[in-house]
């Protein structure tokens, strides 16, 4: 007792450790294997990867390496991987591009600025960039909606939405919120017919956080230009990597955002974090090895979670995102139960044994709102307000989803008592 209160955190740790966590595609922990190669890399490969002694030379092999395997993890060439801070910064990275690219080659009196494509489903790291650049007016700008039948952006909408100016179209490969996986390959067969009756030539990006790891993602079944890699959505390090096609043949732009020493071949300058790239390319080797066991584990593990969501709670459960008419990844699932208090928001407080959220974890500490991403696939707002996102790992068990039906069933009882007042003290858990 005297060490909780003088190490509060102490409580938090222990709290934790009895907890299930239910919030993969928040962040996911270092896989064993990654830590090691972490640490291993930290200790024996400390070298400046610039410089040319041994030390050096241990150093860039490590970086050599991990480019190779981050490469194969997407079946493309090592030479088109640039390693990043992470997915916030590769994405800034492909929009500034885009922007200098079109006015230093392809602007006219006619068109001085780019028109960019993006759905109404894309991360923020995505939706804000481009709209603090159209703001600016570095960009125009195009938000396509998604269908409500199925949860994707309809390609015939995306090719609806061309202009003579259009460079770029964005359009994440798996929905983070829902999990549902979206055209991505249909909408760049589609460009391809479009821009061969017109000329000219559209870039087209994928945000791939949410399903590397999950699902298999190969660049050439794809066709895309760009594709953003974040390791910590994949048992990694919180860093992350840019796949852009033909780089070295200057095939798709990159223009540098950051200038200095040179590294990256002159994408990326800044003296490479090794240790954390290593880890990077670990964790990318294991996708490569294992990607088969984890995908049907975790889709053995959510399916019998919305079976006992379906047993317990009845028609009470309202599933956001589960279409016949498109796929998943295989760890996600949103829901909402029916219920005047039972908000995700509230439900998240009550809980007492389960870390999960009502949505992006970049949103999960703000006032409860309905998610713009279920809003824009059709969920009602009442239903919406009402979400809960559970994401469910490589470890997770059967075991871990019979506690948290245990914990939700517990909470909905709870808030159900409540009546019409809908009061409740929100204490620890009030972040998860």
Not at 146 to 174: F, H, K, W
Not at 321 to 342: A, D, H, Q, V, Y
Not at 404 to 415: R, S
Request: hydrophobic content about 40%; glycine content about 10%; proline content about 4%.
């Amino acid at each position: 007792r005297s060490h909780v209160r003088e190490y509060p955190f102490l409580y938090v740790y222990h709290w934790m450790e009895q907890s299930v966590y239910l919030d993969y595609n928040a962040t996911t922990p270092l896989a064993s294997e990654v830590l090691d190669t972490v640490v291993a890399t930290l200790r024996d490969a400390w070298g400046n990867p610039s410089s040319s002694h041994h030390a050096g030379l241990k150093a860039r092999k490590c970086i050599i390496e991990a480019r190779a395997s981050v490469a194969m993890m997407i079946n493309a060439s090592p030479q088109d991987i640039v390693f990043t801070s992470g997915g916030t910064e590769s994405n800034n990275l492909i929009f500034t591009s885009i922007a200098a690219y079109f006015k230093e080659v392809v602007a006219s009196k006619d068109h001085v600025i780019p028109h960019v494509i993006i759905t109404a489903l894309e991360h923020d790291s995505v939706a804000l960039t481009a709209r603090a650049m159209a703001g600016k007016g570095l960009i125009e700008l195009t938000e396509v909606g998604a269908a409500s039948d199925s949860g994707t952006v309809p390609v015939q909408c995306v090719l609806a939405a061309l202009r003579p100016n259009t460079s770029l179209v964005s359009i994440m490969l798996a929905n983070n919120e829902t999990g549902v996986i979206q055209p991505v390959g249909e909408v760049v067969e589609g460009l391809k017919k479009s821009v061969g009756e017109k000329g000219g030539r559209i870039f087209v990006h994928t945000d791939a956080a949410q399903a590397l790891g999950k699902i298999p993602v190969d660049v050439e079944a794809l066709g895309v230009d760009y594709v953003t890699i974040v390791g910590h959505k994949f048992y990694g390090p919180r860093n992350g990597a840019l796949y852009v096609r033909g780089l070295e043949q200057k095939g798709t732009p990159l223009y540098p955002v950051f200038h200095g020493g040179g590294q990256e071949r002159g994408f990326r300058s800044g003296t490479e974090n090794t240790g954390m790239v290593a880890g990077l390319g670990k964790a990318a080797d294991l996708i490569v090895h294992n990607l088969p066991l984890h995908q049907a584990h975790m889709a053995g593990v959510r399916d019998y979670l919305e079976h006992q969501l379906e047993k317990t709670f009845g028609d009470r459960v309202h599933f956001n995102g589960r279409f016949s008419t498109s796929k998943r990844i295989p760890n996600t699932s949103n829901f909402s139960l029916l219920g005047r208090n039972l908000k995700g928001n509230l439900i998240l407080s009550t809980l007492e044994h389960t870390l999960a959220s009502v949505g992006a974890a970049c949103h999960s500490h703000t006032e409860a709102r309905p998610s713009p991403v279920l809003l824009a696939i059709g969920v009602p707002p009442h239903i919406a307000l009402n979400a809960l996102r559970v994401s469910v790992g490589r470890e997770t068990s059967i075991e871990d989803i019979d506690s948290f039906i245990k914990d939700l069933t517990n909470a909905v009882q709870k808030l159900d008592s409540l009546g019409e007042s809908g009061s409740i003290s929100i204490g620890l858990s009030q972040n998860h």
